[in-house]
Every structure is written in C-alpha cells, then in structure tokens.
DNA sequence: AATATAAACCAAAACGTTTTGGAATCGCAA
DNA sequence: TTGCGATTCCAAAACGTTTTGGTTTATATT
C-alpha cells in the first residue's frame, strides 16, 4: 500500500511538531540544529521516505543541479559513434562525480534554429552550465554563450579558445609521435590521410605529421578525405599505386585505415608484411579488423575527468577562472604496424 | 549589454499594467483573454526575450516535462555501440516530437544500489516518465516502478511483458525469415551463433530459427557465444571444420559474423563462393567488412517513435492503458549472401 | 542580580509560475 | 430601467523549498 502523498518538509515538521526550517536545516546539516532534533529528523525523513522535491528547490536557489549538451543530429553511420559513446562514458564520470547532477539532453541541430534553440535553452534556466561537443572553428554557440555569460566548457578547441573553458586531446603531439613511430620502424614514405580542413583538428594533425617529418628530412605528403561511403577506399588505391611508393599510412580514423587494408589486399599487397598503417580513435572496428589496426587512442575518462573537474565551480554556483586541458592521445599498438617491416629494410 | 534580470511574467505585467494572470493566459493560449491585449503580451514577451522559468512551471504544475533514462554502467567495448546509438536517435526523435521535453539522462547500475537510484529519482519528481533499457528477464525495476505507480515503457520485453508497455524488436520473425532467406538460397546445413540464453532475446531468436528449419525439415543446430575477445572466432573455427559442413551461419551480432568471416579466410575458405552468412544489428562494421555484411536492421526511428507513442499521454498528465509494439526487422542485403552460392548447388 | 554570549529554534518572505473563483464591463433584450 | 449573458480581466492561493532576520532559552560572566 502506498502512502496517497509525497513526503514534504512540512509533512515531517507537523509530525515533530516543529517547524519546516529547522527540518529543512536540520536536513542540510547546518549546525544550528540541536543533535538531538537533529536526530529524530532524519529517523522520521527515512520512515517517510522523504527525497526533495527538486523543483522547489530549483526555484529557490536558481541552480538547476543539472548540465547541459545540445546534440546535433546524428549522420546515422559510424561518424556518430565517438560522440554517442563518449556522451555514455562522460554522463557515467559526471555521476560517479556526484549523482545528483542531472544530464540533460536535448538537440541543436547545426543550422538557423541552432542559436534560438541553445537560447530558449538558458533562459529557461534548466542547466548551470553546457557542454559543448563537436565544436566548430569558429563556432557562434561559443560567442552565444559567453554573451550570455552562461558557464560552459567545449570539447574540442576552437578559433577563440583563449576566451572559453576547453578541453581537447593533443592532437599535434599525438600525430607527431605516430609519425616519428613509424619513422622508427623505417619506414621513409609516409602519407598522411586527413579529413578536409574545415575540421579544426586537422591542422594540428597535420602539423603534428609535418613536424616529425621535417625533423627526419623527409618529404611530407599530405591527402584529405571524406568518410562517405568509398571515398577512403578510392583514395587509398590512389596512393597505393601512387609513384611515391608509400608504405607508411597515418590516418585521421580508423575507419580510413580499414579502407587502406581493404585497398591494399584489392591489390595484392599484404598490409601486415608491406605496410605500416596507423589509424584513430580506437573505433571497433580496429581491434577487429585483420590486420588489427594501431590507433590512437584518448581516455573518454580522462575527458570525462577534465570536463567535469571546470565544470564543477559551475555547479556549486561559484565563479571561475578560464581554464583548459590537453589529454595525451596513446598509442594502441596492433598488427598493422608489426615490426616485419623493419626487418625488411 | 545584457540586462541584469530576466524576464519574468511580472516584469510584462508591469510594463503593460496588467495583472500576471492575464499574461500567463495569453501566452498559454486561453480564450478569455482579448486579441488585442494577447498581441500587446505577445510583443512584450518577445522583446524582452521572455522564456518560463520551468522550475517554477514544474513546481505548480507537477510536470516535470522531462523522461528519464537511468543507464547501465557502460562496458567500454562494441556492446555499448548499440545503446549509445539509439540513444542519440531517441534523443532526437523525442526533440522532433516536442522541443519542449528534457531527457534527463543518470545511471544506476546493476546491483545492490540499483533499486535505490530508482527510488530516489522516482521520488525527486524529475521526470514524468522512465524509459527502461537493457531489459533483462526477470526485472526488479520493471517492479519497483510498477509498485511506485510511475509511468514507463522498457525497450525490450520481461518476462512479466504483460503488465508493462513495451517496444521491441520481432526477433523471432526477423530470425525465421533470414533463416528462410538462407534456406532458399540452397543452404541445408544452417547453425545459429546464439547469444546465451540469459539474453532474453535469444530464445525468440532460437525459435524463429528452429521454425523456419523445421519447416523445411532441416535439422537444426543452435550454438551460444559471448561477445568476449576471440570467443567468436574460435567457435566459428570449429564449426567451419566441422562434420556437420556447415554453410549457412546465422549470427546473433554482426560482430560474431565477421569473426566467422575471419575465421573462414584463416581456414582458406571464401566466405563469398561457399558460405552465407547473416549478422545482426547493422552495426559499422557489418558495412566496411569486405564481404560486407547481410545483416537484420531494426530502425532506430521506429523504435523511437513507438516509445514515444506510448509515452506521450504521461507527458500529456493522462493516464493510458498498457501498449506494446514489436518492430520488424528489416533484411539488408549485402555481399556475405551473394546469390553465388545457389548457382553452385 | 544583571548582563552578555551562545545555542536552538522559527515566522515570514521569496522564488515564478498556474489555477481558482470570481469581478467588472459592455451590449442588448425586455 | 432591469436583467442577462458574453467577454475580459484579476487577486489570491498554491506548489515545496531555502534564506533572512530575527526571538527565545539556557549558560556563562561580571
């Protein structure tokens, strides 16, 4: 049999015959409460069950308890996986932060709305801050928010990302390191497939790539790609039949690197005795591919952590300073980058 | 310049000297409110930028306007893939069905505290209505929400389907006609790569497999496997060696059928010329795989929209009688069933 | 004994909305 | 003039919490 009514601090006050405030003291643990009182309180708030109504709550103090991500609408193929899988890990980090912060989901989608979408969202005051994910070089939801001086963080850097909270993952560093890895294994003719410029990682992938192989002496060679449908593939034969005899492949996704094997054996080239190939991400699909696929890979926890740790002032309701964060890509170290072809050379 | 409040119903009410009532009906769409004055509101709000604050609209109405979705601990691998996706697209349809509704995701996972995470989210009024993923059998949440009078609908059934709403996929169908499916290619020597029965979906999936066999008067031969590393392929291994000479492999994941792919190319046998192979839930890799997967795809948008069907009366305050949808899977025809294998039989 | 200090409590206001139960105004028929 | 029905408006209460600015009671100090 259920009680016909939610539990209220005025429910428990009436039962103890005292007043709301002291319950409602009482139960935030101030120390203006006798132990005593103190006590009873708390014994008939668990008899009754009682849990905050949160709306009241949020009414009074104005904090919502609650963060908030915007989506964009999913392209409804693999380039969704990374934020869908990302937004699972992140929203599990955020309650093993603290499990009374809500995440609140809604959708944004990139275009005209965009901006009147994310501002109905702030004025309705249902988050305390945002995050931002998929940024864009220059991104308006950025000017948008710090306009509205509403607190947020971005995953991903942006052309202004002096003026706003961000974290990201080195992505210089981390293609600089695969490069020189591959620079290691000797190989000397190193293309770099990357996605189309307009993706603000790119450049820093591709200085990243340049640097090691300015540093080695060696002539760069720089391809972008879409990930539609064939478009890799089609790129990869490209290059595999290309004069430059290219054997070192550093690709901008792994699924990028699953076409260069798919290309290679059209070929009759063996990627694992040939090649040296080197994806990102850690998508499924390069630990199942055979060859398996050496890929950078960047903790969703160590984001996590990150965004969730300038997120947190935020959400006690203080100020903070701007602050950001680099996390390190690792490197996932596969079959198709086994160390046969060093031998060979 | 921003100004330094926000715009309330009372800061209309004052700028027009009216009372707050009339604003709050007018632009809730009441007809007792003059035309004239509506449009003299309607102004105002617009330029002041007023948007309701919902945690007072919550508060009084006792709508959360909000579903909640409390999530399982992700597992850090492939098997995530499918819950974060459907995630993304229910987010998005929820949104394209009504801007006005939050999902508010948090997680409780299986095990001691999961029943309290419920509760204590049940009783903070969060949100109008659950939507409970990852069903399992015997599902004490289904339970508790049923005893708490709380609204929701589990994507998946239970064994108590018949006193909940849900949605899921017609999986002893989808099983029968691909069974079929490869039955009409020519194949004879058919097995099933089940799931282990824990998996509540797995039995459907052994009946529609047996039905269409026994149908045809084949003899039938179910094997179970986990999705752990290298289990797969090591069970498709023995069962390419086998007596039995099997040709037709139905697969409970597409993950387990490109391990059969793997594993056939490991034995020198071509998977296109000698075997017909059927995966399970589109995933990525069911695509890229070379040959590409034929393979059962639920949609994510019906999926979505039945949900949201069945939970839009809650929404709405109404109560509802039970509902329940079974969603058909559709057949994507990809190379691993290329109709060379009937030509040779 | 008077006074200051500390401990424990509380009434009332505030947050911003929706809803209830009328009140005021107007036109029109009788 | 009265009465009546529409139309248009509104004061006040309510939702459940936190916070403000106290008051009361007990204890310690002089």
Not at 45 to 72: C, E, F, H, M, S
Not at 107 to 119: S, V
Not at 283 to 292: C, R
């Amino acid at each position: 049999m259920k009680k016909n009514k939610k539990p209220t601090l005025k429910s428990i006050a009436e039962q103890l015959n005292i007043s709301v405030t002291t319950v409602s003291r009482a139960l935030a643990g101030y120390q203006d409460v006798n132990e005593k009182t103190r006590q009873q309180i708390e014994k008939v708030a668990q008899d009754l069950g009682y849990v905050p109504n949160l709306a009241a709550r949020r009414l009074v103090t104005g904090k919502a308890d609650a963060i908030g991500i915007l989506l964009p609408v999913p392209y409804g193929d693999m380039r969704d996986h990374f934020l869908s899988n990302f937004l699972l890990h992140f929203g599990q980090a955020l309650h093993a932060h603290d499990p009374n912060i809500d995440l609140v989901i809604s959708y944004a989608p990139e275009g005209e709305q965009e901006l009147n979408t994310y501002r109905r969202f702030i004025d309705s005051q249902r988050v305390d801050a945002f995050l931002v994910m998929r940024t864009r070089r220059y991104d308006p939801r950025v000017d948008l928010l710090t306009l509205e001086n509403v607190p947020f963080v971005t995953h991903g850097r942006t052309e202004n990302a002096d003026k706003h909270n961000w974290v990201d993952t080195d992505a210089q560093k981390g293609f600089e390191q695969v490069t020189q890895y591959l620079i290691d294994q000797g190989h000397t003719s190193i293309v770099l497939l990357n996605f189309p410029e307009r993706i603000f990682t790119s450049q820093l992938r591709a200085e990243g790539y340049e640097s090691a192989m300015q540093r080695a002496h060696l002539p760069t060679h720089v391809v972008t790609t879409e990930l539609t449908e064939g478009t890799p593939y089609k790129v990869a034969l490209d290059l595999l039949q290309s004069d430059r005899k290219f054997t070192g492949f550093i690709c901008a996704s792994d699924v990028i690197a699953y076409e260069v094997i798919k290309a290679a054996n059209t070929l009759g080239i063996d990627p694992m005795q040939e090649l040296g190939i080197i994806g990102c991400d850690n998508l499924p699909v390069s630990s199942l591919s055979q060859p398996s696929i050496t890929t950078l890979r960047s903790s969703f926890d160590a984001h996590s952590q990150a965004l969730i740790e300038i997120l947190d002032p935020y959400l006690k309701g203080y100020t903070a300073p701007l602050r950001n964060k680099l996390v390190n890509y690792e490197l996932v170290e596969r079959q198709s980058t086994s160390t046969s072809f060093s031998s060979v050379f």
